[in-house]
């Protein structure tokens, strides 16, 4: 399986001579679901779903499909009927040549004051990858590769350190990056790498890696 690490959450997985592609969000590139057989939303924030972005796709590709939770579909289903698959904890299901089960329900907490939405996550091929979207969530089995959010307004490092820890992956690429400058970085690198127990490793935008 091919990964190509896309601006901030968005990544694209490709097997097969076919791509999935996740979280095609505002800070991602305009093409980001361009190209995509099937593409899979973790939530409704901005940063992950971009109505634009996901159109694009869709229209470049009469194929293509999308599965999502139920607030980004009410917002698809009309303009792309029986292309937009509603989802939630617990479903399992073939996108694309991927085997797909979703893990999670909700968001992680920003702030007590602001409602926490629906949030899921996917794990990829029986554990291949996990991509948790806005949530620290556990899968209920074995990860090789963690899609690791970094940083965002809801966690902080020793959240993720000790995400890294529960979950055990074989590696842990950075996601939710698109918020960490160039002078943080290194210490992310470092605390992550030294205390959180696996491989860490960062991708630039645009550029893959083997899994």
Known sequence: MKFTKKTHSCVRLEKDGRTLVIDPGGFSEEDAAVGADAILVTHEHPDHFDEGRLRAGL???????????????????????????????????????????????????????????????????????????????????????????????????AEVIDYVREVKPRRAYDIHDGLLTDVARPIYDNQIGALGGTEHLRLGSGTSAEL
Do not use: C
């Not at 917002?75 to 029986?82: E, I, R, T, V, Y």
């Not at 939405?117 to 554990?127: A, H, M, P, R, S």
């Not at 090789?144 to 307004?153: D, H």
């Open 59 to 157: 229209e470049a590709n009469p194929e293509a499909r999308v599965w999502t939770l139920r607030a980004v579909a009410e917002k698809l289903s009309a303009a792309f009927p029986g292309r937009v698959r509603t989802v939630g904890h617990g479903d399992t299901f073939t996108a694309a040549g991927f085997d797909v089960q979703v893990h999670g329900e909700l968001h992680a907490v920003i702030h007590p004051d602001i409602p926490r939405i629906t949030n899921v996550g996917y794990l990829i091929d029986g554990g291949t990858v996990f991509h948790p979207g806005d949530a620290l969530t556990v899968p209920d089995r074995p990860v090789e590769t963690l899609m690791l959010p970094v940083m965002a307004p809801w966690n902080k490092i």
